[in-house]
């Protein structure tokens, strides 16, 4: 059974740093799409970055391209998100999110099929 589980969700001021993590279990992350995605009450789901295992470009919002940075460890299985100089704008429920196959687009989430089950973010002003 594939679960992908994420964690590092929090409380945070204005300014400040999280990093979330996304590890796998019944699933390796190698040659996959991986992806964070975001969703805020009342709005539709985001893509915030997205990268592909084995190397090559990685993909940001511009919202928060130049704060957030994607990477993985594959010896843990993990995806990780940090995020630096976060914005009350960036409070939401974030998820990760693979893909075996190329995404028709890598911030889509409709193109992405195995999921974790969220961790909150809030930002404070």
């Known amino acids: 059974q594939v679960q992908l589980v994420e964690s590092g969700g929090g409380s945070v001021q204005s300014g400040g740093s999280l990093r979330l993590s996304c590890v796998a279990s019944?699933?390796?992350?190698?040659?996959?799409?991986l992806g964070w995605f975001r969703q805020a009450p009342g709005k539709e789901r985001e893509g915030v970055a997205s990268?592909?295992?084995?190397?090559?470009?990685?993909y940001y919002a511009d919202s928060v391209k130049g704060r957030f940075t994607i990477s993985l460890d594959n010896a843990k299985n993990t995806v990780y998100l940090q995020m630096n100089s976060l914005k009350p704008e960036d409070t939401a429920m974030y998820y990760c999110a693979a893909v075996a196959y190329g995404p028709r687009r890598p911030l889509e989430a409709g193109s992405y099929n195995y999921w974790g089950q969220g961790t909150q973010v809030t930002v404070s002003s």
């Open positions: 990268m592909y295992s084995g190397g090559g470009t990685t």
């Open positions: 019944g699933y390796s992350y190698s040659r996959k799409w």
